[in-house]
């Protein structure tokens, strides 16, 4: 039986209610173009608001030398090569603009006392660019955005989790979804879609991502509807997670324990990155710090439970107060541990997306007509390492450009080319797994997932790991068309999680895929069988099914950029085997 279905008609529909998607919807509701934006979680609880550290732009309020190009030719030389110099540039042109929307919205940045919106170092960046509201700059954000969008009376939809975008002739004509609570059907008609559904570093068992977020569904929505995934292997591995409770495993604590002068040490008490990068040490790039906790770990240097320390206790209380109140808290709560006295037990954890959804530099837009894609959910911006930051930024500056490119669209649109047969498999995909009865279980299934990328692909890669990944895979893959699907009273999660296991499934096969065939060590990507840089490989893998990968040219970095870069794309210190 087919549970009852809402039509639902608007010109834009925005899959994911985070900074970007909201961003967006600002930005087409200010156009008075009609949009909808829904979400598969409360959309003040959105991932946004878990980012801590802060957000760039290249004001130059606290370095008058600082400028948008010099924030452009630190993004290119910290991806590595891989980053595309178009995007790149749109980001940190636009990103001052970004900045003053959020200050419009009511953003309470925090202030130098003359007025000015103060800015601190973050790893990597040539100069203090990075924008805050102490350790909580994302929950700011979301709650700025969410009150905008409340004020321009945005229709927004939680707990809607959205299985399909509709596509007829690669055209979009709208989304297929249920309601997580009551299980109620929705046929959503648009002329455009903006997929803003976040990344995929859930498939790995510690993760800074909560539960049930960041599963692939973005992969695997554009996929689905004709698009390609770029990139999938770039993997930012945060060099801080927590290690315990097991259910918190991952947890992160914020750069900004770095920034302010934290100190990592390994078991013998040693500060090790004096080892790997003499001249940063802890401030030195996300890539980095992360492998070398991981050798550290990984030669027998590591603590008990397998981390190192980072210890912020030497600092004044009265700076871990005002500048690290989150992380303060955070320890508090989840292990009675008071870091103003003692040093945090951390290792690497799996953090953000680098890659993601194929999409044009300039519009965002991703080869199927009306279909946009923008965060973590597209791909472009960060190459092999992403700079603490830019991820924020990125939301603002694409989510007005993607909410304008997308208004332009559906104003020009003659007419909508919809069909009932493409709607009809979208329902029948929903009802097959409703009746699903089979023996395995989801969420057995998706730990198994789990422990496959953990241990194939993980901070260091190899071939042999690689290849068994890939068979574990398919048999996960084979086991998963014997699952059994029951909601319940409480809801229809169980079907949420099969669909979770479907894109997770989806990005593990393009991530195993494209590691294999980046044969090199670049950024966050480690191939130990591989150690060295290849000239050859300074592209992007554009993943298009199983097995199915062409090495796509980045365009040329341009003269004036250039000329602000160093010259050492260097793997020294980097692969320490």
């Not at 997580?180 to 859930?202: E, N, Q, W």
């Amino acid at each position: 039986m087919t549970m009852a279905e809402q039509q639902i008609a608007t010109s834009v529909l925005v899959i994911g209610t985070g900074g970007g998607g909201l961003r967006a919807a600002i930005e087409l509701a200010e156009r008075g173009v009609e949009v909808l934006a829904l979400g598969k979680r409360p959309r003040n609880d959105a991932h946004t608001s878990l980012a801590a550290g802060g957000i760039n732009a290249a004001l130059a309020t606290m370095d008058p030398e600082d400028t948008w190009q010099q924030h452009a030719a630190d993004t290119l030389q910290e991806s590595y090569l891989l980053a595309n110099p178009d995007t790149v540039r749109i980001v940190a042109e636009g990103a001052a603009q970004g900045i003053a929307d959020l200050e419009r919205y009511g953003m309470p940045f925090a202030r130098e006392a003359d007025g000015r919106i103060s800015q601190r170092f973050f790893g990597a960046h040539t100069y203090r660019r990075t924008a805050f509201a102490g350790d909580y700059t994302g929950l700011e954000i979301q709650r700025t955005l969410v009150n905008r969008a409340v004020q321009l009376g945005v229709p927004i939809l939680d707990n809607v989790y959205v299985t399909r975008i509709l596509v007829r002739d690669n055209t979009v004509f709208g989304a297929y979804g249920f309601d997580l609570d009551t299980g109620k059907r929705y046929v959503i008609h648009a002329d455009a879609v903006i997929l803003a559904a976040g990344g995929h570093t859930r498939i790995w068992r510690r993760t800074s991502s909560r539960r049930d977020e960041n599963t692939g569904d973005s992969f695997r929505l554009a996929v689905t509807a004709g698009g390609r995934i770029r990139d999938p292997e770039l993997v930012q591995f945060h060099p801080s997670g927590l290690l315990e409770p097991e259910n918190a495993a991952g947890t992160l604590v914020s750069e900004a324990a770095r920034g302010e002068g934290g100190q990592l040490r390994n078991a013998l008490g040693e500060r090790f990155m004096a080892r790997y990068d003499a001249e940063r040490m802890e401030l030195s790039t996300r890539d980095r710090v992360a492998l070398a906790a991981y050798t550290e770990i990984k030669e027998g240097r590591g603590t008990p439970k397998g981390g190192v320390w980072l210890d912020v206790s030497h600092l004044p209380r009265e700076t871990i107060m005002q500048r690290l109140p989150r992380v303060y808290q955070t320890l508090l709560e989840l292990q009675m541990l008071d870091i103003t006295q003692q040093p945090i037990e951390i290792a690497p954890t799996a953090h953000y997306s680098m890659g993601g959804v194929w999409v044009r530099a300039e519009d965002h837009s991703t080869g199927v007509d009306g279909l946009y894609a923008l965060g973590e959910a597209a791909s472009g911006l960060h190459g092999a390492n992403r700079l603490g930051g830019n991820s924020l930024i990125e939301l603002l500056v694409f989510g007005r450009i993607v909410g304008e490119e997308a208004a332009k669209y559906s104003v020009n649109r003659e007419s909508q080319q919809r069909s009932a047969e493409i709607v009809g498999e979208a329902r029948a995909e929903v009802d097959g797994l409703l009746a699903a009865d089979g023996p395995e279980n989801v969420r057995a299934l998706q730990r198994a997932l789990r422990d496959t990328l953990t241990a194939r692909a993980g901070v260091v890669r190899d071939e042999a790991g690689l290849l068994a990944g890939i068979a574990e895979l398919g048999e996960i893959e084979a086991r998963t068309a014997q699952i059994g699907v029951h909601p319940d009273i409480a809801g229809f999660q169980d079907l949420a999680h099969a669909f979770d296991l479907k894109s997770s499934a989806l990005a593990a096969r393009a991530t195993l895929d494209a590691a294999l065939e980046r044969r090199e060590s670049r950024g966050c990507h480690n191939r130990s069988d591989y150690p060295d840089l290849d000239e050859s490989l300074q592209v992007n893998l554009v993943w298009s099914g199983p097995g199915e990968i062409t090495r796509e040219r980045i365009p040329a970095i341009p003269a004036e950029i250039r000329a602000l870069m160093r010259d050492d794309i260097s793997t020294e210190g980097k692969l320490v085997e």
